[in-house]
């Protein structure tokens, strides 16, 4: 608290009197009220929803994403499937409505279509729940996925996002069975997260004959190329990306499409490429800073070329 005094005399005492300090001046000191506070630095330590899009149509692949929820049950069972809102409103799911289901004797699978989900309930902040309950009704177990943000795509919008395409099946001891294929021999699944995908290199794999002649010429017999890519997943939290981690990156086919506006766009199968989409890619080495300061991390994925075909023969 400041306080402003003017000087009642014009004397020469007054200049040193406000020149120097008083120490014992009595001071009052404002006592807070104790209030309860959220323990929630939310300033840097929020984590945000996971991007999602539509393009209010639905028919481009790249500019609508999708979900899949999919759960080993038990067989006399009954399950539940439910949207929630960020503002607590639930949303009962079953049937086409909001996307794709498929059923069998112990596996229950929903793949959510945000096209869809917009043109039912709009824009919004969303999660999905999915239960499996036993005979009497009991709860046998709940999974949840992460919460997602659905807006409307434009190249700027998704900017500085990367989206995993996954195509599943076998078995993950660790976790979930992906049996009894329905349909097709595959579970697919996507997942966007803030990010980027870029070309890193390549490796050279020469196979030659050295004739030994004075010439020293080389006879091909099989040339390589190995491309290598390095994917990039910022600032997820622990249940955005564990089953990332742990399941997707297992699958059978993994696909990254990236969608930085400016990038040094390589891929192989397309030598005029504008965006690097669905490149197939199989993860070999990952990082990322291991501290505890953090719930939020930043993981490096040093990815190999799938497709090893890129090779020169002569026969």
Known sequence: MAIEQSPTTPTLETARYFSTKDINVPTIF?????????????????????????????????????????????????????????????????????????????????????????????????????????????????????WFNLSKYSDKAAHGTVRIETKQKGKLFSGLKYINPIIIDYYSQQIRFRGYLVYSGHSINNSGLQLNSSERSRIQIK?????????????????????????????????????SIFNHTIDPRNYSAQKLRSIPLTAISADFDPNHKNIKKTYTFDMEYSEKNIFKINN
Do not use: H
């Not at 086409?96 to 699978?109: I, L």
């Open 223 to 259: 040339d390589q190329i190995l491309p290598a890519y390095r994917l990039t997943l910022k600032l997820a939290s622990a249940p955005q990306i564990a089953q990332t981690l742990f399941d997707y990156l297992l699958a059978n086919d993994v696909a990254i499409s990236d969608y």
């Open 30 to 146: 404002s006592r807070l009220i104790d209030t309860e506070i959220d323990f929630c630095t939310c300033l840097q330590q929020c984590v945000p929803p996971l991007p999602a899009f539509t393009d209010e149509i639905g028919a481009d692949f790249y500019k609508n994403d999708r979900f899949r929820m999919f759960m080993n049950v038990i067989p006399a069972g009954t399950t539940v499937l439910k949207i929630v809102q960020d503002n607590g409103t639930e949303y009962n799911v079953a049937g086409p409505t909001y996307g794709n289901q498929y059923t069998a004797t112990d596996v229950f699978t929903y793949e959510f279509l945000f096209f869809k989900i917009w043109n039912v309930i709009g824009y919004g902040i969303y999660k999905f729940v999915l239960t499996n309950l036993n005979g009497a009704s009991e709860v046998v177990q709940s999974d949840e996925s992460p």
